[in-house]
């Protein structure tokens, strides 16, 4: 039986606990601009909530993004931390694959066996990435990427990069506004370390450089 905290702070933030993939405690905000702040409280509730203590945990899954950098950062140093304090090993999701878990189930109803998830990655761009249906489960195609919206591969779309930009994706009802869930992360974590294989390295997905520049030499008066 896997028990597991998971985490994902590439969009909005959320926080779940889950036994072998059924949450048993959950939270998040809309909130995209205090992750750092909310996080550590959420974590203390939603294990109470669940009754669980941080030691008794089998892993900490956290959502590695694509992202941006403020929101990433926040997300994985709690779950470094988190990890380190409880001596638990910290495993990597890419979130766009917990979108696309979140979605597999619609996309297999409406008989979509390819489809991209799209969320926002602002300057007017999208962080998107192509799945197909594969033994009822979503498996990556191709990406994520970070581009226009009407780069994207033309297929149904899930997500809120498709609710964004209507007239360049195919955006499927229902799923315009959708986000990265920690709920999803950590299915996507749990059906992973059952077969073996699908968890990444613990390490922000940026795929575009920081807008933040590191300062050059100041100048000397008279120079």
């Known amino acids: 039986m896997a028990l597991l905290l998971a985490l994902d702070s ?21 909130d995209t601009h205090a992750h750092a702040e909310v996080l550590a409280p959420a974590v203390r509730a939603v294990l109470a909530e669940a009754g669980v203590a941080g030691a008794e945990l089998d892993a900490v899954a956290v959502g590695v993004g694509p992202g941006p950098f403020t929101g990433l950062r926040a997300g994985l140093a709690t779950a470094a931390a988190l990890g380190l304090a409880w001596d638990v090993p910290v495993r990597g999701v890419r979130s766009l694959d917990a979108l696309a878990h979140d979605a597999a189930v619609d996309a297999f109803r409406h008989g979509a066996e390819e489809f991209v998830v799209a969320t926002d990655a602002r300057r007017r761009e999208v962080y998107w990435a192509h799945y197909a249906q594969v033994g009822g489960q979503p498996t990556l195609l191709h990406g994520p990427f970070v581009s226009a919206a009407d780069e994207v591969t033309p297929l149904p779309a899930y997500g809120a990069g498709a609710g964004l930009y209507p007239e360049a994706l195919r955006a ?22 059952r077969r073996g294989r699908g968890l990444v390295a613990p390490e922000p997905l940026y795929l575009r450089e920081s807008d933040a520049k590191v300062p050059g030499p100041r100048k000397r008066a008279g120079a």
């Open 172 to 193: 499927v009802p229902g799923w315009e506004a959708a986000t990265p869930t920690a709920v999803g992360v950590g299915q996507v974590a749990e059906l992973a370390l």
């Open 10 to 30: 590439s969009a909005a933030a959320s926080v779940a606990v889950l036994r072998d993939g059924e949450a048993l405690a959950r939270w998040a905000t809309e």
